[in-house]
């Protein structure tokens, strides 16, 4: 119940417990279709795959043990263990959740409710997660800290979506906050979003221009234009993490498949896995004049965050800490992405697919402080002020005060 104090609406202590209820049931609904999507998606690659000779309940457990993967819990086959996640399916239900966000922030009115709505739905996620990953997949083959897994995944997805679409906690951190980090912020997106960019683009035309080499490896590994259906749906799983893998590679660090190491100043071969996508995998073992050229993606994602911060901030010095923050989350935001990217087949020979984090991390950072930094110290010369000038403010003398000066007997 509403109540009004001192001009200020709140919100009485009951409010919580309506604002915890809309959290967890939504939470629990996303959970639920998310599992149902997935197995749903298994059903289907069945249905079009009678050659596989695996029952229904088979590919329904399969689902569920895809459905575990996605929140980044290993998954053991035999003697061996996956835990390279399929991070187009985790993007889904990061998807499903923040999309919750929309009719818990209508019941949520301060930024205590919103707070007791990201961690309600993140507990209820993991524990529905947990319960159901440990009722429907196979004894034994999924790691029992899946909930706590699918927890984590909740409780990112959540906040990041109520500081986006919600309005108390965004108001609260804005506040608390100096100006120039909203700034920041924008700029490492900048940042992020361009080096990305790049290297979907990398991936993409190397792919395309591999596409002989795809077609036969997909036709190798199928026996039919159905099977093919399923193999490709089951490579788009796994498109970001090979985007992930071109970050290292547009990056310099390079990216590995097992034995074998690919970068633009050389490659070391080895045997790869028969999966389509891997088709965009350089060829040859020497430097690459193409590889050497996307090296030019992290400058101009560092200028891109250098422009993005010299039309927020005005004065140089903000500028020079906007930009300099905005290295630090650029680097900690794909040594996130590459990190969740990469994983294997432990006990297999592919036990790490995907590019190193931390060397990503530190070349984004250099890269966003140095040339985002001349670039941010350069702009607009001599005409941009080191800090604002203080504010001058003069008293109006009083009135008669004039005539009290001129007339000393008054």
């Known amino acids: 119940m509403r109540q009004?104090?001192?001009?200020?609406?709140?919100?009485?202590?009951?409010?919580?417990?309506?604002?915890?209820?809309?959290?967890?049931?939504?939470?629990?609904?996303?959970?639920?279709?998310?599992?149902?999507?997935?197995?749903?998606?298994?059903?289907v690659i069945w249905a079009i795959t009678p050659a596989s000779g695996a029952s229904p309940i088979q590919l329904l457990r399969g689902g569920v043990a895809a459905f575990a993967l996605a929140h980044f819990a290993p998954v053991n086959i035999g003697q061996v263990s996956l835990d390279l996640s399929p991070l187009m399916l985790t993007a889904l239900f990061a998807a499903m959740l923040i999309g919750s966000i929309g009719r818990t922030t209508s019941v949520a009115k301060t930024a205590s409710d919103e707070l007791v709505a990201v961690l309600i739905g993140a507990l209820t996620y993991a524990v529905v997660v947990g319960l159901l990953v440990g009722w429907l997949a196979t004894p034994g083959s999924v790691n029992q800290l899946v909930g706590v897994c699918a927890g984590g995944v909740a409780l990112v997805s959540l906040t990041v979506g109520t500081v986006l679409r919600g309005e108390a906690l965004s108001t609260l951190?804005?506040?608390?906050?100096p100006g120039w980090i909203a700034t920041s912020i924008r700029a490492s997106l900048v940042a992020c979003l361009i080096v990305i960019g790049g290297a979907a683009v990398a991936f993409a035309t190397s792919l395309a221009l591999s596409f002989g080499t795809a077609a036969t490896l997909t036709d190798a590994s199928t026996s039919g234009v159905t099977e093919e259906i399923g193999l490709?749906?089951?490579?788009?799983?796994?498109?970001?993490?090979?985007?992930?893998?071109?970050?290292g590679y547009?990056?310099?660090?390079?990216?590995?498949?097992?034995?074998?190491?690919?970068?633009?100043f050389g490659s070391v071969q080895a045997d790869l896995p028969p999966f389509p996508i891997l088709a965009s995998i350089p060829s040859s073992s020497s430097w690459s004049g193409v590889g050497l050229a996307l090296l030019?993606?992290?400058?101009v994602a560092a200028v891109g965050a250098g422009i993005s911060v010299t039309r927020g901030v005005k004065?140089?010095?903000?500028?020079?800490?906007?930009?300099?923050v905005a290295a630090v989350l650029a680097s900690l935001t794909l040594w996130v992405v590459v990190g969740l990217a990469g994983g294997g087949i432990e006990g297999g020979a592919w036990s790490f697919?995907?590019?190193?984090?931390?060397?990503?991390?530190?070349?984004?950072?250099?890269?966003?402080?140095?040339a985002g930094g001349t670039w941010t110290a350069a702009a607009g010369g001599s005409q941009?002020?080191?800090?604002?000038?203080?504010?001058t403010s003069s008293e109006p003398l009083a009135a008669g005060s004039d005539e009290d000066a001129a007339d000393p007997e008054a």
Request: hydrophobic letters at 60%; proline letters at 7%.
């Open 4 to 43: 009004q104090q001192s001009g200020e609406l709140t919100l009485a202590p009951a409010s919580n417990a309506a604002v915890a209820v809309a959290a967890a049931a939504r939470s629990a609904i996303a959970a639920v279709a998310g599992l149902g999507f997935t197995c749903a998606v298994a059903a």
């Open 173 to 177: 951190l804005i506040s608390l906050l």
């Open 232 to 247: 490709t749906l089951a490579g788009l799983a796994f498109l970001p993490n090979a985007i992930a893998a071109a970050i």
């Open 250 to 264: 547009v990056s310099g660090v390079g990216f590995e498949v097992g034995l074998a190491n690919y970068s633009p």
């Open 296 to 299: 030019v993606v992290p400058v």
């Open 315 to 324: 004065t140089r010095r903000e500028r020079l800490y906007a930009i300099g």
């Open 353 to 370: 697919i995907g590019a190193p984090a931390w060397p990503v991390a530190l070349v984004t950072f250099l890269a966003v402080l140095i």
């Open 384 to 391: 941009i002020q080191w800090k604002p000038e203080p504010a």
